[in-house]
């Protein structure tokens, strides 16, 4: 390594994210057999038909596929079906709750970026958590403190990383 290459870059990755995909292909693959055995109990099967229930299941597998979670020093990337989101944590403006059927956290960022992160991968992975409260505190900590909204949502997130965490630990050393 040159001294102009600088030092290397820490990423850290949703660490469930091939489960999501495992368990988005057995959904679709069971939809597809449930679809195939009525065609079958009724007599009606085709190769048209068959096809279009494979085409069902194939757009059932595209939308359960979850995005991809990624963060390094100062960003966080969401890679999802309609492509990437990328959002600087060193220039965040503001984090808010989207609260609804499933919450999310809204990043968004002083160049125009924005991502929605589902909390539970963040509880689940507390090295993109570190990844993300770190850039975040920079653009907290930052002369012209770009973090303008949100501190508070940022704190009970933490909070919920931090017992999720604790729960874990308790539960894998069998304290709990």
């Known amino acids: 390594m040159g001294p102009e290459e600088g030092p290397p870059h820490e990423t850290a990755y949703d660490t469930e994210w091939g489960d999501g995909v495992r368990h988005a292909a057995r959904c679709a693959g ?67 709750w989207a609260d609804g059927v499933a919450g ?17 991968i963040l509880e689940a992975n507390p090295e993109l958590w570190r990844l993300l409260d770190a850039g975040a505190r920079s653009s907290c900590a930052a002369p ?9 949502e940022l704190r009970r997130l933490g909070a919920r990383v931090d017992g999720e965490t604790a729960r874990t630990v308790f539960r894998l050393s069998g304290l709990e």
Do not use: K, N, Y
């Open 30 to 96: 069971a939809f597809l057999v449930m679809l195939l055995s009525v065609d079958a109990a009724a007599d009606a099967s085709s190769w048209a038909r068959s096809a279009l229930w494979a085409g069902l299941a194939l757009v059932l597998l595209v939308i359960l596929v979850p995005a991809r979670v990624a963060a390094g020093d100062g960003w966080v990337s969401v890679r999802g079906l309609l492509g990437e989101r990328v959002v600087r944590t060193d220039r965040l403006v503001a984090v808010r």
């Open 144 to 152: 012209d403190g770009t973090l303008r909204c949100g501190t508070a």
């Open 104 to 120: 999310r956290v809204v990043l968004r960022d002083a160049e125009g970026g924005r991502v929605e992160l589902d909390p539970h």
